[in-house]
C-alpha cells in the first residue's frame, strides 16, 4: 500500500486580495520551487491542528481566522535529492492572523496575484490550485425572465459593485436577435468591473458577441473531444461520469448540481453536501456548487471542495441586494 504523506496547506490572502508564495529552503527536497506556506501534519493532529502549528514555525503567525477548503491527493516522482511520495493536501484560507511575517526557515517570501504568478518554478502540486485561486467564489446565472429588464439590470448594477465577477447568460426565451442585445447588454455593464460573461450553449455567438465564454450543457459536454481554445469553457456536470470528462478536456470550470432542492428542477434528486464532497476527491478543476444555493451557503461549499457557488435566483433577490 502506498504510504500517503498528510499536509495542511495555507492560502494567506491579504485586503488587496493577493495570496503568499515562499519558497524552499536550501537543503530540502524541491529547493528553491515555490509553495504554499504549510506542512506535514503529525500523528495525533487535526489539520488545522497542524496548520497553526506550521504556520508559526516557518512564516512566524498564528492564523485567527480559517476557512478550510479543498483536499487534493499528488504523486510527486522521484528526483535527484528525493524518493517518490504520495501527498494528501488540505488547503484552508487563511485571511487573518496575529504577528509579522518572517520567514524562520531562511525562504523567500512573495505576495502573488491569481492569474498573474510571476515567481517560478511552482511545485507541481500547487499549479491547479493557481487556477482555482483566479475565479471567484461567486457564478450568477441571469434570470431575465422572471424579474424583468429593470430590476435585473438594477440587481446587476449593485452586484458588480458589490464585486460579481463572474456572470452566465442564459436566457432560454430569448430568440438570437434578443439573446444578443441583452448579452451585450450585459458585457458593457460588466466590463468596466473587468468581470467575465459567458453565454449558456451558443460557442459560435459568444464569439462573435465578443463575450469571455460559454457554459455548456451536460449533454454538450460529453459529445465534446476537444475544448475550443482561446476562450472560457465552462460546463454542467451531474455525475462522476460527467466530471471525470470535463477533468480529461481541461474545462475550465464547471458547475456540480442539484445540491440541494431547487425550483427549476423540482424531480431531482438533491446530491447533499456529503455526496458532493466524495465526488470532489479525485477532481482538480474547479467545481460551483449549484442548486438551491444562497449567499450563506459559501462557507460550506468551500469546506466541501468547491470553487464556489453559483446563483440564480438567490443571487438577485432582494435579501441578497
Known amino acids: 500500500m502506498t504510504k500517503v504523506t498528510h499536509v495542511s ?16 529552503p536550501t537543503g530540502k ?19 488545522e491542528q497542524a496548520l497553526v502549528r506550521e504556520l508559526y514555525e516557518e512564516i512566524g503567525i498564528v492564523p485567527t481566522q480559517v476557512q478550510p477548503w479543498l483536499q487534493k491527493r499528488f504523486d510527486y516522482p ?16 487563511v485571511t487573518q492572523w496575529q504577528g509579522n511575517l518572517t520567514p524562520k526557515e531562511g525562504q523567500a517570501l ?17 499549479v491547479p490550485i493557481m487556477k482555482a485561486l483566479a475565479l471567484p467564489s461567486i457564478y450568477a446565472i441571469t434570470n ?17 459593485t458589490a464585486g460579481l465577477r463572474l456572470i452566465q447568460v442564459r436566457e432560454k426565451q430569448l430568440d438570437t436577435e ?20 459567458l453565454l449558456n450553449q451558443e460557442l459560435e455567438l459568444a464569439v462573435t458577441l465578443g463575450l469571455d465564454g460559454v457554459h455548456l450543457s451536460s449533454k ?21 461520469i460527467e466530471l471525470a470528462h ?21 424531480n431531482a434528486k438533491p446530491l447533499g453536501w456529503q455526496t458532493f464532497s466524495s465526488l470532489m476527491d479525485n477532481i482538480t478543476l474547479p467545481v460551483f456548487a449549484l442548486g438551491g444555493m444562497r449567499t450563506v451557503d459559501l462557507p460550506q461549499a468551500l469546506a466541501s471542495g468547491a470553487q464556489g457557488i453559483a446563483m440564480q435566483r438567490a443571487l438577485w433577490s432582494a435579501t441578497n441586494l
Not at 78 to 93: G, P
Open 9 to 24: 496547506v495555507a492560502i494567506l490572502k491579504n485586503e488587496s486580495g493577493e495570496f503568499l508564495l515562499a519558497s524552499r
Open 29 to 47: 527536497p524541491w529547493a528553491g520551487w515555490w509553495e504554499f506556506p504549510g506542512g506535514k501534519i503529525e500523528v495525533g493532529e487535526l489539520p
Open 78 to 93: 522521484a528526483t535527484h535529492d528525493s524518493s517518490a511520495k504520495t501527498v494528501h493536501l488540505h488547503f484552508f484560507f
Open 110 to 126: 512573495s505576495w502573488q496575484t491569481a492569474g498573474a504568478v510571476s515567481v517560478e518554478p511552482v511545485l507541481p502540486a500547487n
Open 144 to 160: 431575465l425572465a422572471e424579474l424583468g429588464e429593470r430590476f435585473f439590470f438594477d440587481a446587476l448594477q449593485m452586484q458588480l
Open 178 to 197: 434578443a439573446l444578443s442585445q441583452f448579452a451585450i447588454q450585459v458585457k458593457a455593464m460588466a466590463q468596466p468591473f473587468g468581470a467575465k460573461v
Open 220 to 240: 454538450a459536454l460529453l459529445q465534446l473531444k476537444q475544448k475550443p481554445a482561446d476562450i472560457l469553457v465552462a460546463a454542467s456536470c451531474h455525475n462522476d
Open 246 to 266: 470535463a477533468q480529461a478536456l481541461a474545462m475550465d470550470f464547471v458547475t456540480l448540481s442539484p445540491v440541494a432542492e431547487t425550483n427549476s428542477h423540482p
